[in-house]
Structures are given as C-alpha cells and as structure tokens.
C-alpha cells in the first residue's frame, strides 16, 4: 500500500518583539523631587530645632518650629499624591 502524502505545517514564528523603553512623559517630572524635597526640608527643620534646643531655626516662635517642619512634611505627602 502507498503512504499518504504527509502536509507540513509552517512552523510558526513569532513576530519579533518591540523593544519599548519605559518613558513617564506624563509632564510631571518636579513631582518626585519636589516630594523628596519638602521631606527632607522638614525633618530637617525639626531636627536642627531639637538638635539646637529651640535656639534655630526661628527662636521667636519656640515650639511652633515642629509645626512649620510638619507642614513641610504634610506637603510632600499632598505633592506625593500627584505622581502617576
């Protein structure tokens, strides 16, 4: 008996990958230097006030010095909230 004729499949090939780079132009480039900044304007606002006694950053307001080093903190978590 005759063997039948076998069809051969293409071998499939996958298409060549792309090779994309990782870009975030979402134009919000200032927000994670901005964040690290107020961060680290804050804490060291409050360690030069406890770390000097009270005497710098601004004398004249005392402990009102921890609440403007907070505030620098609190607003790197505002900024913190636009990074995408």
Known sequence: MPKSRIRKKADYTPPPE?????????????VAPLMLALFLVGLAWIVIFYVTT????????GNWNIVIGFGFIAGGFVVSTQWK
């Open 18 to 30: 792309k090779t994309t780079t990782f870009k975030m132009s979402s134009g919000r480039n200032w």
């Open 54 to 61: 009270g005497s710098l950053p601004i004398e004249a307001i």
